[in-house]
């Protein structure tokens, strides 16, 4: 099993950025395909982005193409999304996840999840 613990969210201005990061304990990050979802108030859990095991292939929600950016570093065992020019529609608890898959759309897909952390990204 992993257990990823989701850290750096807060609050930032739209336009401004963002770096969450995802580390792990339990078995090594490097075995897993990695994801991220957001949830927003009132509103179901959505794919934000994904990034193979190895780190070379990486896809992303229509939504944020071309503002977000995965990536991973297995020598710390650390995923991260860099959040460019939020808006306030991004503002939601961002959650990472783990499939034994190397590739995963939906929360159906992931094996273990975080916690979470909440971004808030003011107008």
């Known amino acids: 099993q992993v257990h990823p613990v989701e850290s750096g969210g807060g609050l930032v201005q739209a336009g401004g950025s963002l770096r969450l990061s995802c580390a792990a304990s339990?078995?090594?990050?490097?075995?897993?395909?990695m994801g991220w979802f957001r949830q927003a108030p009132g509103k179901e859990r959505e794919f934000v982005a994904g990034i193979s095991r190895s780190g070379s292939f990486t896809y992303y929600a229509d939504s944020v193409k071309g503002r977000f950016t995965i990536s991973r570093d297995n020598a710390k065992n650390t995923v991260y999304l860099q959040m460019n020019s939020p808006n306030p529609g991004d503002t939601a608890v961002y959650y990472c996840?783990?499939?034994?898959?190397?590739?995963?759309?939906?929360?159906?897909?992931?094996?273990?999840w975080g916690r979470g952390t909440q971004v808030t990204v003011s107008s």
């Open positions: 996840a783990a499939t034994a898959s190397n590739y995963g759309l939906t929360t159906r897909d992931y094996d273990y």
């Open positions: 339990g078995r090594t990050l490097s075995t897993y395909g």
